[in-house]
């Protein structure tokens, strides 16, 4: 499993328990060291390698030890980036950024030293698309993979599905991350082993089989976040809900009434063809 977006470990603590040896990336040195401590048995054990960095479009024919800068979010940890324009839409967004230098991972080079994961979860805030263009120097490929989901342009969006496309998935999933907390690891498992697991907030939850969203084509995932990018544009951050104070009062309520964030933000999911059902197989 590699963890691609690490953060406190909420992924990790799953995939762990499932069973699985897990290869973990994290660009805030404070956060790689507190997984370091959480999962000091796991890392021990060669359960779990951490690798610290940044995994950057700069790693593209970089010196060894080179260092990329990194806004480290004071405020919202899981919104570190390396992208600048996102830690300026940060601090509009009143949360205060620190710029720091952080050694640069070359990802395609951590793919060859680890092999390539069952299920690849990534969620590096704008630089998704780097581990995706990593990918496409491989012939293998994960059996599934994850991303977070453009929320602001359709268009990128489905650019997004059709890069998944290139690298061989067809089929998908949107899941939306605002209720995560609601997921159950299914009995009996269908992903590893047996884990009773209760998701914390930020973690992107189930994957793989144990998936309980329906897995869809294409042209049918599209049609679904054409659908999804209506209730971006009305209750989402240029909504007059999200400018209004009532409206988010409004918008709030309905969230305490519903369980789940309105709009929320999706992560797509993608999964190889079965062997089974691919062409000649």
Sequence with gaps: MFDVGLHKGEDTEFYLKKGFRVVAF????????????????????????????????????????GTVAFYRNLDLSVWGTVV???????????????????????????????????????????????????????????????????????????????????LGYTRFAAVQQGAIQHQRPPEPPREGVAATHVFARGASGLFGRELPEAWLPAHRILARYRRIFLRYRLFGDDSWFARNALGRKLLRAAERITGRRIPGWYDTHAHLPDPETAPGG
């Design 26 to 65: 994290e660009a805030d040195p404070d956060l790689a060291a507190h997984c370091r401590a959480r999962f000091a048995d796991a890392v021990r054990d060669q359960r779990l390698v951490i690798v610290e960095g940044a995994i950057t479009e700069a790693a593209e024919g970089s010196a060894p030890g």
């Design 84 to 166: 600048a324009s996102w830690a300026d839409r940060n601090e509009r967004l009143g949360t205060r950024v620190r710029r720091i230098d952080v050694p640069v991972v070359d990802f395609a080079a951590e793919l060859a030293r680890h092999g390539i994961p069952h299920y690849l979860k990534i969620d590096i805030e704008g630089c998704d698309g780097v581990c995706l263009a990593a990918l496409g120097r491989f012939a293998e490929k994960p059996d599934y993979l994850s991303i977070e989901s453009d929320k602001k342009s359709f268009a990128r969006l489905a650019a997004e599905i059709e890069a998944l496309q290139a």
